[in-house]
């Protein structure tokens, strides 16, 4: 599945193994490895971890 943020995809392979928040800073570790993205502001990395759990 992937998210598109700022015009950028954000490949997810499910499951998702852990999600770590702090404000801005999402990482999450899924089947191909971890990832680290940074959003603008901490109501656009909610909606992104709202997303990963719905699809988890």
């Known amino acids: 599945m992937s998210y598109t943020y700022n015009g950028t995809q954000i ?3 499910c499951p998702v193994h852990n999600i770590s928040v702090n404000k801005q800073k999402v990482v999450f570790a899924d089947v ?5 993205n940074i959003f603008s502001n ?3 990395a909610r909606h992104f971890v709202d997303w990963l759990l719905q699809i988890h």
């Open 42 to 44: 901490t109501s656009e």
């Open 32 to 36: 191909s490895g971890q990832q680290i």
């Open 11 to 13: 490949r997810v392979e």
